[in-house]
């Protein structure tokens, strides 16, 4: 896990995500061809999350 926080902290991902730009965070972090795939299941799991927070 570490290693994913580490990727986001050195790509200045952080930013994307706070904006809600996950296409883009997407396509930083695995590349291009599924980043609305992978937008999509970040969406989704935040949408998750949120209420835990809360």
């Known amino acids: 896990m570490s290693g994913f926080f580490g990727f986001v902290a050195a790509n200045q991902?952080?930013?994307?995500?706070k904006k809600g730009?996950?296409?883009t965070?997407?396509?930083r972090y695995?590349?291009?061809?599924?980043e609305d795939?992978?937008?999509?299941?970040i969406r989704r799991?935040?949408?998750?999350?949120?209420?835990?927070?809360?």
Not at 30 to 34: H, I
């Open 37 to 41: 795939l992978y937008a999509a299941k």
């Open 13 to 17: 991902l952080a930013a994307l995500a």
């Open 45 to 54: 799991y935040l949408s998750l999350a949120r209420p835990l927070a809360e």
């Open 30 to 34: 695995n590349g291009v061809g599924k």
């Open 21 to 23: 730009d996950f296409v």
């Open 25 to 27: 965070f997407a396509r």
